[in-house]
């Protein structure tokens, strides 16, 4: 029998998950006789609560939120900075409560609580990736962190800068892309150095490299069409440089599921990459975010972790 623990984001689904919690938590226990929960207060506080948790015996963590939350509680199954997971064990669910929750829709987990609860409880364990992004802080120490969905540096990174401007019980799914729309009339295409496995450089001018572990990021943008979360590599989808009119007709094919068909997309499947800045100097930053939170800057290494996180669904 798991020993089960709940860590609660009451501040996702724009607010709406503490309302909710009381009916959850009676589903919960319908299935989960024993079970320990909490709320978390602020961001990043889940990593903490997660790691805690694994350490003092608990083998069930069971998410309520987004997305975000998803990557916090991830972050928290591992040991700070390695490859190493804090319990070999321990499993992950989620009972989705968010606004986006894009890796959640990608793995087809039911939004109805009353039917992700029990298959959290019936399901088998799948063991599926996790990226991890290393790079440097101002005063140059290494540091990471883990990523279960997909990561991007240019473009991507930006629009969440635009987002954050956003009372967060404003935002919806369709914020996104508004936030793109918005973000695109002043963002120019950044020149950026890319080395693939150790092996291939790329160089060029690009709108936005997404690091994919998942398909779908941004709301329900299919950016990485072909993504597995177990097949031991990223899809690396790079966008080179358009003109602003170029991006909004195409922006379509993210939602068709088609962007690798367009002639300025690349995909790759790649197990590890380190991405520099082309040009160092003024306007030449490039913003990283991870399953939609936002990072450091480039330079930064990405790598896959394989079948480092065991998640029932």
Not at 136 to 143: Q, V
Not at 190 to 199: T, Y
Request: charged residues 30%; contains cysteine.
């Amino acid at each position: 029998m798991n020993k089960v623990h709940v860590i609660v984001n009451p501040y996702s689904a724009r607010g709406k998950t503490e309302d909710r919690w009381h009916s959850i938590k009676e589903v919960v226990r319908h299935y989960f006789k024993e079970f320990k929960y909490i709320f978390t207060e602020k961001p990043r506080q889940a990593t903490e609560i997660a790691r805690e948790v694994l350490r003092d015996g608990f083998d069930l963590i069971i998410g309520v939120g987004g997305d975000g939350t998803l990557n916090e509680i991830t972050n928290g199954f591992f040991k700070d900075g390695s490859h190493e997971v804090v319990n070999a064990e321990a499993s992950l669910g989620i009972i989705p409560s968010g606004t986006g929750s894009d890796f959640i829709r990608f793995l087809k987990i039911p939004r109805d609580f009353r039917k992700s609860i029990p298959l959290i409880k019936n399901a088998g364990v799948r063991k599926i990736d996790v990226g991890k992004v290393t790079y440097r802080r101002p005063g140059g120490e290494r540091a990471g962190k883990y990523f279960i969905n997909a990561a991007d540096f240019g473009l991507g990174a930006e629009v969440c800068k635009t987002l954050f401007a956003i009372p967060s019980g404003k935002r919806s799914a369709f914020s996104y892309y508004k936030g793109l729309l918005s973000t695109i009339k002043t963002y120019e295409g950044k020149d950026i150095k890319i080395i693939i496995d150790d092996d291939e450089e790329i160089e060029g001018r690009f709108l936005i490299g997404a690091v994919a572990n998942g398909r779908i990021f941004g709301g329900g943008m299919i950016i990485a069409p072909k993504a597995e979360p177990d097949d031991g590599y990223f899809d690396l989808v790079l966008v080179r440089d358009m003109k602003k009119f170029e991006i909004i007709r195409s922006s379509r094919l993210l939602y068709t599921g088609n962007i690798d068909k367009h002639p300025k997309v690349t995909v790759r499947r790649v197990k590890k990459l380190a991405v520099l800045p082309g040009s160092p100097g003024e306007g030449s930053e490039v913003s990283i975010e991870t399953d939609g939170e936002l990072g450091e800057t480039l330079p930064a290494e990405f790598e896959i972790i394989e079948k480092s996180l065991n998640f029932r669904y």
